[in-house]
């Protein structure tokens, strides 16, 4: 190429660029980072969030991305696998902020990838807002960059122990079961003293290794003691195991209820009619009367990820879109992109999304209602929540051999 034509077209070239409208195409994108489980043994659940994280910022984006001091930014995301291995899952949470420079940090699925994944936030001081960690231990370490959306694990029993004290005639015994894993182990704590103070009688409290697939000998105890409530935290690959041993075992106490799979279609596709009289609990539902300022409110949301993605949406994805919502919401407030700046914002954020309202505690965690379900034949019924019962309980659980 001749010197005068190299020339002629950098002057082109300027002309465009000084021609093009102030912060609209010379805009930086904005990074998400994270790492989620696509494959191994979580990855049913890990798609949950590598889908929300996606639908929300397409969707943000569509809208004209973030608007920060009147110029508006594109989204973009930056996403491992972490293929369910919680040390891999550092490493790329590592290199995502200090190789690859992302702008801030979406987390990933459970609470000891989340546990550990948040402390490389904290070591960086770039923001991470996360979904799909509910363990009390990831806010008990008085970090000031992680946030999670997420209701206290803790507390997830809590709205079965007052639905269990309202029925006509409550339960007397309860067994508690759960994995020895950071949520679990919390869910378990949080549990002991609500059944205590409720006055039920916990006549079994056991931990189990996660990703057990032998229930049998937890299940014969349950029979011989005669316990009429069990309660179950664990991962809903333990979950469906669970329900199946206790059918080939013919073990059934008049309710049980599971801190996981429930809420899951897949769950209730995997067990077919034996997913029948299952509680389980969810900080959400889609309804209409959860507005947003992007999906217009949950329901259309939910309908919207179903035509993409061929799969009904659960907590897992409402509160995945959730966290992307919180960290524009927060660019947004403090005007910047700067992780202090964000961070300082979220931790007095207030907004209304398609999950519910959005306000972080002091130590970075959001309380939201535990609401009680069942399976009840083909529909998920919404049985009890901070109001009272919704719909009445298929209650006491009867025989497999009656069904």
Not at 116 to 126: C, F, G, L, Q, R
Request: hydrophobic residues 45%; aromatic residues 10%.
């Amino acid at each position: 190429m001749s010197p005068n034509r190299s020339r002629l077209l950098f002057s082109l070239l300027a002309a465009c660029i000084a021609a093009a409208p102030a912060g609209a195409a010379l805009a930086q994108d904005v990074v998400l980072g994270a790492s989620v489980q696509l494959t191994g043994p979580v990855a049913n659940t890990g798609r949950y969030y590598r889908d929300a994280y996606q639908l929300a910022i397409d969707k943000i984006n569509a809208a004209g991305g973030v608007k920060i001091t009147g110029q508006s930014h594109k989204l973009a995301l930056k996403l491992y696998d972490n293929q369910s291995d919680v040390n891999l899952s550092v490493r790329q949470y590592t290199q995502l902020v200090s190789q690859d420079k992302v702008n801030l940090l979406l987390g990933p699925f459970a609470s000891n990838f989340a546990l550990a994944d948040s402390a490389v936030s904290e070591k960086y001081k770039v923001p991470m807002v996360q979904g799909g960690g509910a363990s009390d231990q990831i806010f008990a370490r008085n970090f000031k960059y992680v946030f999670g959306t997420l209701a206290p694990a803790s507390n997830y029993f809590g709205s079965t122990i007052d639905m269990l004290k309202a029925l006509k005639t409550p339960p007397k015994t309860v067994a508690l079961l759960y994995a020895d894993d950071a949520f679990d182990v919390s869910v378990a704590e949080g549990t002991r003293p609500m059944l205590k103070k409720a006055g039920f009688d916990a006549v079994m409290d056991e931990r189990y290794s996660s990703n057990t697939s032998d229930f049998n000998s937890l299940l014969s105890q349950i029979k011989s003691k005669n316990v009429d409530v069990v309660l179950v935290a664990g991962h809903e690959t333990e979950i469906l195991n669970f329900v199946r041993q206790a059918k080939s075992l013919a073990v059934a106490p008049k309710m049980y209820s599971f801190t996981v799979g429930v809420p899951s279609e897949d769950f209730r596709k995997a067990l077919g009619k034996d997913a029948d009289y299952a509680f389980g609990m969810t900080a959400w539902l889609p309804t209409p009367a959860l507005k947003d300022r992007w999906f217009g409110d949950a329901e259309q949301f939910a309908k919207e990820y179903k035509a993409r993605f061929g799969y009904d949406p659960d907590y897992h994805a409402a509160s995945g879109v959730a966290d992307v919502e919180a960290l524009v919401q927060a660019m947004e407030d403090a005007g910047s992109i700067e992780p202090q700046k964000v961070r300082d914002a979220l931790a007095k954020i207030k907004f209304d999304s398609l999950y519910g309202p959005i306000a972080f505690a002091a130590n970075g965690q959001i309380n939201l209602p535990q609401v009680v379900i069942q399976v009840q034949g083909e529909h998920l019924a919404e049985i009890y929540n901070a109001k009272g019962f919704v719909k009445q309980p298929k209650y006491p659980m009867p025989a497999w051999n009656a069904r």
